[in-house]
């Protein structure tokens, strides 16, 4: 298997596994145990960088998807460059539970976002990720 092959199957179950069938046992088939997330930048206060898989079940992905049940994604281009993956993915997903202290307001959240990944063999090493998900979660509120 080429690493071309072995990272769009990483970035397949990334989508599909993780985010829209909410499958997290499947976490360390993606990342690698000490993964690095950038997450956010001046549109979300400055962003903040999340360390291994336990932060990202525990403190991300668990809490999205209690708010989110039935999240979904989708890949809108993937673009590989040495060990780097560049993903375009669009998301959406109706608020049904709290998240950041905010009440349910069982609205439909539809955000965009770009992501670049560091590879190390087939698993996600590090990530660097800018999206519109903090903006459209503020306008959920108004």
Do not use: C
């Not at 499947?26 to 336990?54: Q, S, Y």
């Not at 049904?96 to 090493?125: N, Q």
Request: glycine share 10%.
């Amino acid at each position: 298997m080429s690493n071309t092959d072995a990272y769009r199957r990483t970035m397949d179950l990334l989508i599909d596994e993780v985010w829209n069938k909410a499958n997290l046992d499947i976490l360390p088939e993606v990342f690698t145990e000490d993964a690095v997330m950038h997450h956010g930048g001046e549109e979300d206060g400055g962003g903040h960088d999340m360390v291994g898989i336990a932060a990202f079940r525990e403190d991300y992905m668990q809490p999205t998807h209690a708010a989110f049940p039935g999240i979904r994604h989708w890949i809108k281009d993937l673009l590989f460059d040495g060990d780097k993956v560049t993903l375009r993915f669009q998301g959406e997903g109706t608020h049904a539970g709290p998240l950041d202290g905010v009440a349910p307001t069982h609205k439909v959240l539809r955000y965009e976002g770009l992501a670049i990944f560091r590879m190390e063999g087939p698993l996600i090493a590090e990530i660097w990720v800018v999206s519109s998900w903090a903006t459209q979660f503020a306008a959920l509120q108004e």
